[in-house]
């Protein structure tokens, strides 16, 4: 596609369910970001992707929280036992390489009674 | 730890006025820093992005700034637009290079 792409645009669960939130990247576009943004906040790093790796999983706040990416291609971050406090916007974002420009899509809001 | 942070959480300018958004950053090993800029409902989009080697850099309607003695970046925007209107986020790559540490954001706000 011509961008991230991400799904879905938004999503209302109740406390303790599972949610699974997906991201296309753009293609050709070897790494992934994840990150989290609260209300009024900046963007919180979760984890990272170099093809399938995570190399980098350092900012997942939880073990509730995983992420896997298939193919090189498509990924999905996995939230189990949700919190109200995971209530937020979840951003992917690809580039080309790691450190280049990333592309952020429009996000997947997230939203936990 | 290191963050990147802005001064100023609400910039109001008219339109036509240039504006000046200021961002601070800790890290003083960062070497690459971006300006994003968010609308409401949107991921963020690229605006402008500058290396540790430069001290200025131009783009359309767009100049970033490094004092890089202070720590300091600096984005201006030229005759400023309501379509400008937006949340801008400045950034900077952390880990090698593998993600980014954005700071709070500035609410810029354009007046008729």
């Known amino acids: 596609g011509a961008g991230v792409s991400q799904s879905p645009s938004n999503k209302v669960t109740e406390k303790g369910k599972d949610v699974e939130l997906r991201c296309d990247p753009i293609s050709g576009h070897t790494a992934l970001y994840w990150y989290r943004q609260s209300l009024g906040q900046g963007l919180e790093f979760l984890i990272y992707?170099?093809?399938?790796?995570?190399?980098?999983k350092s900012g997942l706040p939880s073990d509730r929280f995983s992420a896997e990416r298939t193919g090189g291609s498509v990924s999905t971050l996995t939230i189990q036992r949700t919190q109200q406090e995971d209530s937020a916007v979840y951003l992917c974002a690809s580039s080309f390489v790691a450190g280049n420009e990333q592309f952020f899509g429009p996000g997947t809001r997230l939203t936990v009674l | 730890g290191e963050s990147v942070g802005l001064h100023l959480p609400t910039l109001s300018v008219q339109e036509g006025d240039n504006s000046i958004i200021n961002c601070a950053y800790s890290n003083s090993a960062s070497d690459y820093f971006i300006w994003y800029k968010q609308e409401s409902g949107k991921g963020p989009q690229f605006i402008i992005d500058i290396r540790s080697n430069m001290d200025k850099r131009q783009g359309q309607r767009v100049t970033v700034l490094l004092n890089k003695t202070v720590k300091h970046l600096s984005l201006q925007i030229a005759a400023t637009q309501p379509g400008d209107s937006a949340v801008y986020f400045c950034?900077?790559?952390?880990?090698?290079?593998?993600?980014?540490?954005f700071g709070t954001g500035t609410q810029l706000k354009v007046e008729l």
């Open positions: 992707f170099q093809g399938n790796s995570a190399p980098d």
């Open positions: 950034a900077d790559f952390t880990g090698g290079g593998n993600k980014l540490t």
